[in-house]
């Protein structure tokens, strides 16, 4: 079912929210600091300069719904201790406070004490909604009649800094035969600083009924749903993590999966190419129950100073899982995936140059819901939702290579380039913190094991990548960030 260009243009999407983010021009604001004077030692070193002072208190300002003591757990500096006016930890006590995901503004300023060389230093938030839309889905096409569903969360139940959420989303059941109705529900809940520490928990569980087409004839190219067929699947599962904040900025983190599938697979599932041969598929799970049971390791390092609306700073993130019989798996596999994005400031930061690199890898007899999906990798196409598939659109063929691009691969990524432009900051006044005009374009692939071993054509017709383009308006706002994008609308239509 298509729409019309307007209903692309309006096609707007919710997505992850950010920790938190930061307004203020250079040398402005609350983040100045007022130096005491000091006859003290003088700097030693490039690294810090000023006199050496002692902190006599901390004082908490401007939050209203948080606890004082959730933010004094966070700041790496205690009273007693001995700093610099450029120390690096007053950085990265700002950087900790609004990883915490519950403020749009930190600021540290320093202040005389009741006596010389004594310090009071001030931490003063500006605090945000801490009840937020995570995810909106929304939307229609020839295999999906209509899906709807909300992912919402509160980041700081009662200002104790314990994050609770959960979604919901329905997907109505077309015309390929096997096919039903699909839904699926989670529900987290999570503590960043156990009891204080720099060590944390989070656990999830999720419910998903479902139900996955793969094709019998033709080729990924050919969007008819008659060359599809779909089989009914059920999957429980319950995740849990241990983190780790090694710094204000990076965080470990090592946890733990199990998950039980239920299928009711085909006998003998074949597909009938374009030149009449028929060949076995793979569908990649078990038949009747099977369980997934890994444990994984991740690491992510976060400095940009505005994580939602980024203009500067550099992130990267990667986890690797691995399923083993040895711990009763019935797969295994291992995964590894990886995201590194690096941001260029232009012409005082309001606007940016971005480059952005993901990608993963698939190793063993990964499970069907395991493997990289084309739209994990092609933002034009519709995203899977809580894992379930809800679009079988082909990617447009805007390279002219391989036209059979497989759905599910083993090595997928994507590299882009971004061009973004500051619109407005604001003070939320309006409950609106802000707005960017974004222009990308990149590069994507995915391929199947096999692919990297034999070809039957020339080098470029059998490679499986080819290239998107993005472009729109992304909203800070109080509940949520909103993108209204061109690939945004295509995967709510195709």
């Not at 529900?187 to 156990?194: E, G, I, K, V």
Request: aromatic share 8%; proline share 5%.
């Amino acid at each position: 079912m298509r729409r019309t260009a307007l209903a692309v243009a309006i096609a707007g999407c919710v997505t992850v929210i950010a920790p938190a983010r930061a307004d203020d021009e250079p040398g402005t604001g609350p983040s100045a600091v007022e130096e005491p004077s000091s006859a003290d030692e003088e700097p030693k070193g490039d690294r810090e300069f000023g006199p050496l002072l002692v902190i006599e208190r901390i004082d908490i300002t401007g939050n209203t719904a948080t606890l004082d003591e959730v933010i004094r757990r966070a700041v790496p500096i205690a009273p007693g201790d001995m700093l610099r006016a450029s120390d690096k930890r007053l950085t990265e006590a700002r950087f900790k406070v609004l990883a915490l995901g519950y403020f749009r503004d930190v600021g540290l300023a320093m202040h005389k004490g009741s006596r010389r060389g004594h310090v009071i230093v001030e931490v003063h938030v500006v605090e945000r909604g801490t009840v937020v839309l995570n995810r909106l889905w929304f939307g229609t096409n020839s295999l999906t009649p209509y899906w709807v569903g909300a992912d919402v969360g509160e980041r700081n139940l009662l200002g104790l800094g314990i994050g609770l959420g959960g979604g919901f989303i329905y997907a109505a059941h077309g015309d390929v035969d096997g096919s039903r109705a699909q839904w699926a529900t989670e529900l987290r809940l999570s503590d960043p600083s156990l009891l204080g520490s720099r060590f944390g928990a989070n656990v999830a569980g999720t419910i998903v009924r479902g139900s996955e087409a793969y094709r019998i004839a033709g080729t990924d190219g050919t969007p008819a749903l008659r060359e599809l067929r779909a089989f009914p699947y059920r999957r429980f599962g319950v995740r849990a993590n241990l983190t780790y904040d090694a710094d204000a900025l990076t965080r470990l983190s090592a946890g733990v999966r199990l998950e039980q599938i239920s299928t009711e697979l085909p006998v003998a599932p074949t597909l009938l190419l374009p030149d009449q041969r028929v060949t076995a598929i793979d569908l990649h799970l078990d038949p009747g129950t099977s369980y997934v049971i890994t444990a994984g390791l991740s690491y992510d390092r976060d400095t940009r100073p505005d994580p939602i609306l980024p203009h500067a700073g550099a992130h990267l993130a990667f986890a690797a899982e691995l399923g083993s019989p040895l711990v009763g798996s019935d797969y295994q596999f291992a995964t590894l995936f990886g995201r590194y994005e690096h941001y260029w400031p232009k012409y005082r930061g309001r606007h940016a140059i971005a480059l952005k690199i993901a990608g993963g890898v698939v190793i063993g007899d990964a499970p069907r819901f395991d493997r990289i999906h084309l739209a994990d990798v092609n933002r034009m196409l519709t995203p899977r939702a809580m894992g379930m598939v809800l679009s079988t659109a082909a990617p447009l063929a805007l390279l002219q290579t391989r036209p059979d691009k497989p759905t599910y691969g083993d090595l997928g990524g994507a590299i882009t380039v971004e061009y973004a432009m500051r619109l407005f900051r604001g003070k939320g006044e309006n409950r609106v913190y802000g707005g960017d005009l974004f222009l990308g374009a990149g590069v994507w692939g995915l391929a199947e094991n096999i692919d990297l071993r034999a070809r039957d054509a020339t080098t470029w017709s059998s490679l499986p990548i080819d290239v998107y383009i993005d472009a729109g308006i992304r909203f800070d706002t109080d509940v949520g960030i909103f993108e209204i994008t061109l690939a945004n609308g295509l995967g709510r239509l195709r």
